[in-house]
RNA sequence: GCGGACGUGGCGAAAUCGGUAGACGCAACGGACUUAAAAUCCGUUUCCCGAACGGGAGUGCGGGUUCAAGUCCCGCCGUCCGCACCA
């Protein structure tokens, strides 16, 4: 008679089995079709959390069901291993990042095992290997080849006692995140990769990209940010000149100021000679980039007291500004100001009283006076701009762009929000840039025989700044090109850049080069990638252009490193804290409350705690649960289980004790069923044409929501037909219900799975099973409930044969008690017959 | 400020093409089994009136289109996310 399930003998035995006869390895000569299957893989920080455990569970649901229906599947798993945390490590308890680093590998590998995750063990690479690190070294020279790579002086972020560089998340409120040290502007020398070569391909790419969610499409899309408009020169009063973009050429002649950056060259030119130019252009760097700041700042401007003269009109003399709201690094870094019609520009003009002139109007009113102070800035008619009168705003921005490259003075221009990728970092714990600076040849490339350049395990993290930069022996080295000495490069990519092509390496990863482009190319490109929202610009765009910068090099003949992508909610839990006052608040982890209904006490003291909102899991608030124990409690089967109940997925998942018991309750439902299949069927071995039809419906419903990721949906089909099973009397049907399920609960649950289909005498491994075959005669009802409408309300149904003839159906209807009752004998107006569906009677 | 998504029972949610709103799960309540508990099983559970048959209302709010609207259109309100002085 049924035993209980016993989740923790069964995961260990299957996974050992899994592993041993290598179930997951993908084989590249793999005659079937092949499907490669991806989540964004983790950095080891230390363990794993809730998030990885969804995220994985997700994907894996999809490789397995894939492997089931016939496909040859790519799903392997590694490490994004660099980065800052193995630093800080390193610093806060003396331990080297490496180590640090590959401890954490080995823990979180062993838990990803304990969950039964159906991965490729046998291309786990981490992005730290010397091994993988040296091949990204050659990418990087083959780019450096191809022109895609320059040096150039850029500001950056320094903490002057961490003798750091801070990337601007690290920079609060103009202070180190560790030292709280106040924050300097330092220009330093760094590599850039030339994305913006690309931007063009990267936004008309995105068009491609059917199986991206728009929202992530639309993210890139602003990111990318392209503006077309007019780039012109100004004459100055001085003699010189200066150059200005507009996207609103249309509004030349609404013109009141120019304004320019406090960076721009003129201004640096004019603050040499005048400390109060100085003066004034520290006072514009120094504002804060925060949103809050951003939103209250005023407007600020110096007028430097020289004059530019209009284009269309040299007499037309108009003043010039430097002002703290252009910015340097877009466009060209100044601008001409038109009040009435840029709401900036026109905040500007109240301030320092400078003329607003209207020039498009919206129908309402033509004057050239504007009031208010609100600019114009929707569709309309030139006005009060001399040839341009009457036109579009769309027909005379042509027009202007016409006239001021017939007169030399300004071309048609294409500008973008999108930077060049700055890929330099001045830290130990990344892949070391391949160069060597030379007195006499400049920089000069690493000789390839010498990749990879490794970095040195003897550095200490005991003093601030780059353990490279101070090792004693590392950096000196002889040019490769003229043999005197030189030194290496001692800063590092970007860890992004480790991320930009690990995909590919997954797919080929021969020794002697980064990958084998013909190899990689039949799995390429990744099928479905899952990974979290917060990754939708930076990695996924960076990936982009990495894929399409080898495709230019043509080392990869794929365009679009990630056909379908899915981004994937949080999981959140409960908050528990307590104010403490001056805005200080302590907060509580799930184990150390007790709570009931809304109100909760502290374990430790019996006082009440406050339970607040339900939020990321994070451990500042305290509100993570680890999975690793709840594994060991419930088994990964319920675990998985519950990862994809409720919530869609792309919808945050709250983790709560009585989801991860009912998925546990649910394990052992089945097992009851598995475990009685011998009793299923008793004595009689007649057919249930209903539960038929509903194993059918499932197995087709369910395979649809797995294809698209709805898991959520075919958890709720697998409750139903598991429903239907216990309460239908023992027959065939029923006992090949039982048999059947097994197959279609082992992507979600492979382990109870592996357990019953060996119980039941199945063929191997329920992993390598065929998945279940629909019959399509069964997944049809042969009857339909039809509703009856009156007036499109609900009054009553019936119960008709498929495919009824309409007629039948009508006078069926209106035949029925309650339908003559409410028809109180009068004719019907009209009666609309939606065949198999529904009859509305309209009275 | 700009851009986007979303809003359905006590809760998580379904409703795939405009066609029976609330499938499925959680929680709660009632019952069976048990010395008792756990586990399990049976039932109820959108709200209001009603003992019941039944009736009325109902998908953030206000309008509209339609025989028929959670779904389409217009206007609000709210929540969340992204970007942010981008010329």
Request: glycine letters at 8%.
């Amino acid at each position: 008679m049924a035993s209980r399930f016993n989740a923790l003998k069964a995961d260990a035995a299957w996974q050992a089995v899994w592993e041993e006869r290598r179930t997951f390895a993908a084989k590249d000569d793999s005659p079937r079709p092949k499907s490669y299957v991806l989540e964004m893989f983790p950095y080891p920080s230390g363990k794993i959390h809730m998030g990885h455990v969804r995220n994985y569970t997700m994907g894996d649901v999809l490789a397995r069901f894939r492997r089931m229906k016939g496909m040859e599947v790519l799903h392997p798993m590694g490490w994004d291993a660099f980065g800052m945390p193995a630093e800080n490590a390193a610093m806060e308890k003396g331990v080297h990042p490496g180590a640090w680093t590959y401890q954490n590998i080995d823990t979180m590998r062993s838990q990803l095992k304990r969950i039964g995750f159906g991965l490729d063990w046998s291309r786990e690479f981490a992005t730290c290997d010397p091994e993988y690190y040296g091949h990204q070294q050659a990418l990087f020279l083959d780019m450096v080849e191809a022109g895609l790579v320059y040096r150039k002086e850029s500001a950056v972020n320094w903490d002057p006692v961490d003798m750091t560089v801070l990337a601007n998340e690290q920079v609060i409120d103009g202070k180190g995140w560790r030292s709280g040290a106040v924050v300097e502007r330092r220009k330093l020398s760094q590599w850039f990769l030339k994305i913006t070569d690309f931007a063009d391909e990267l936004l008309d790419g995105l068009k491609e990209l059917e199986h991206w969610p728009d929202k992530v499409k639309l993210m890139q899309e602003n990111w990318i940010g392209k503006s077309q408009g007019l780039q012109f020169r100004f004459a100055l009063s001085d003699g010189g000149e200066v150059e200005v973009f507009t996207t609103r050429p249309d509004t030349i002649f609404g013109a009141s100021f120019v304004a320019v950056a406090a960076d721009h060259p003129l201004a640096l030119k004019l603050a040499e000679g005048n400390p109060e130019v100085a003066a004034f252009a520290d006072k514009c760097r120094a504002g804060g980039t925060s949103a809050a700041e951003i939103e209250t700042q005023e407007k600020l401007g110096y007028d430097t007291g020289l004059t530019a003269a209009h284009p269309f009109d040299p007499d037309w003399k108009l003043p010039v500004y430097i002002a703290n709201f252009v910015l340097m690094d877009y466009g060209v870094g100044a601008v001409f100001g038109v009040p009435a019609h840029d709401q900036r520009d026109l905040d500007f003009a109240r301030k320092y009283d400078l003329q607003v002139r209207r020039v498009v109007s919206d129908g309402a009113e033509e004057a050239p006076e504007f009031h208010g102070d609100e600019a114009y800035t929707g569709p309309g008619t030139l006005v009060n701009s001399h040839f341009l009168n009457g036109m579009d705003v769309v027909d005379a921005k042509r027009e202007v762009i016409e006239r001021a490259e017939e007169g030399g003075w300004g071309t048609g221009t294409t500008v973008w929000r999108l930077r060049d990728w700055g890929v330099s970092r001045q830290r130990y714990w990344g892949t070391p840039i391949p160069i060597i600076h030379c007195e006499t040849c400049g920089p000069v490339p690493v000789p390839r025989d010498q990749l990879p350049v490794k970095l040195p395990e003897d550095v200490s993290f005991d003093i601030p700044g780059n353990p490279l930069d101070r090792h004693a022996t590392w950096k000196h080295v002889d040019c490769p090109k003229c043999g005197k000495a030189a030194r290496r490069e001692t800063d590092t990519l970007d860890t992004f850049v480790d991320s930009s092509w690990y995909f590919i390496r997954f797919a080929s990863q021969p020794d002697d080069k980064p990958f084998d482009k013909a190899v990689a190319e039949q799995w390429l490109p990744v099928g479905q990638y899952i990974g979290g929202v917060e990754h939708a610009i930076l990695h996924l765009l960076y990936a982009r252009f990495w894929t399409r910068a080898l495709k230019h090099m043509g080392k990869l003949d794929i365009a679009e490193p990630f056909a379908g992508l899915f981004t994937q909610g949080m999981v959140t839990h409960e908050t528990y804290f307590r104010d403490e006052g001056e805005g200080r608040r302590s907060w509580f982890g799930p184990d150390d409350v007790e709570i009931s209904g809304k109100t909760g006490t502290l374990k430790a003291d019996g006082q009440p705690v406050t339970v607040g909102r339900v939020e990321k899991m994070s451990k500042s608030k305290k509100n993570t649960v680890d999975p690793g124990p709840i594994v060991e409690q419930y088994g990964a089967d319920a675990v998985r289980w519950f990862m994809l109940s409720d919530s869609p997925p792309e919808r945050d998942l709250e983790w709560s004790e009585a989801g991860i018991e009912g998925a546990w309750r649910f394990v052992q439902r089945l097992w009851r069923l598995f475990d009685g299949l011998d009793e299923a069927q008793g004595d009689d071995a007649a057919e249930d044409r209903a539960l038929d039809r509903k194993l059918h419906q499932t197995i087709a419903g369910v395979a649809d929501d797995i294809e698209a990721l709805s898991f959520n949906k075919a958890v709720a089909k697998l409750y139903e037909l598991v429903n239907a099973i216990e309460k239908a009397k023992p027959s065939a049907s029923r006992a090949n219900a039982v048999r059947t399920l097994i197959r279609i609960v082992a992507p979600m649950a492979p382990h109870i799975a592996e357990e019953a289909w060996a119980e039941a005498g199945g063929d191997g491994l329920v992993a390598d099973a065929e998945w279940p075959e629909v019959d399509p005669a069964l997944i049809v009802e042969d009857e339909v409930t039809i509703a009856i409408q009156v007036n499109g309300k609900l009054r009553d149904t019936i119960t008709m044969p498929k495919g009824a003839p309409k007629a039948d159906v009508e006078a069926a209807a209106l035949a029925t008690d309650k339908i003559v009752r409410q028809l109180d004998g009068k004719a019907p107006r009209k009666v609309i017959v939606v065949p198999d569906r529904l009859v509305n009677v309209v009275a």
